[in-house]
């Protein structure tokens, strides 16, 4: 089902969000998870090693990530970094299901590799890896992994993986693709702050123009999605 689930502040979202995963996540059975990156994420890694460090069974889970910036492991940008810092130090998760994208490498290298690896790791449904959960973000441009509106080419391409571009920055990203993202299990938007909210409702209220958002052409085929706000982020909804 399509939800949005509105909480008072960050930290109850990510209480409401590590709630939602530990109900998804089985002993010994796979779970493919793909996280997201930048800032608002690691609220919740750091919620879900200091209370769900025993109580998911992280042995199952496989970790990919939906997007990893093309730089070495401890640059500060570096997604697996932000991570490893705030989950990865608390949970212990067998190394060989820890499938960092190599952001070291030459990005169309990398982003063909990537793509092997999930060939050779996940279950495969309509000739897509298929995830358990992807979560994701959303910029204030309507981006989520690293498909920007500059490259709506990305949500539709054949390709599970790609090289993309901050469209201000240049900096060059390793993303899954829309069809990748849209062939989920389940896809959770943890979305926060007052800076996102005129793209939350233009999306979710499915504005005029809303279709130039990466953002809102991520709908599962499964329809299991669900959209994890704060009242910050949703402060312009009408219901
Ligand atoms: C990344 C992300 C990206 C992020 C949004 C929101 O690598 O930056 O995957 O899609 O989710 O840019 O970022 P913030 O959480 O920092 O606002």
Redesign the pocket.
Known sequence: MNSVHISHDPDLVAQNVAAAMAEMIQRDVPFHLAL??????RRLFEYLAKHYRDSIPWGSVHLWW????CVPPRHEDS?YRMTKESLLSGVIIPPDNVHRILGENPPAQEAERYAMEMRKYMPMEAGLPKFDLIM?????DG????IFPHQMELIDTDAWTAVAAHPDSGQQ?ISLTGRVINQAEAVFFLVT?A??AERVVEILEDHEGSERYPARHIHPASNNFTWYLDRAAATKLRF
């Open positions: 997201s990156g930048g800032s608002t994420p939906g997007d990893e910036r997604n994701l973000g959303l910029g204030e981006h989520t992994a690293s990203r702050g800076g996102k």
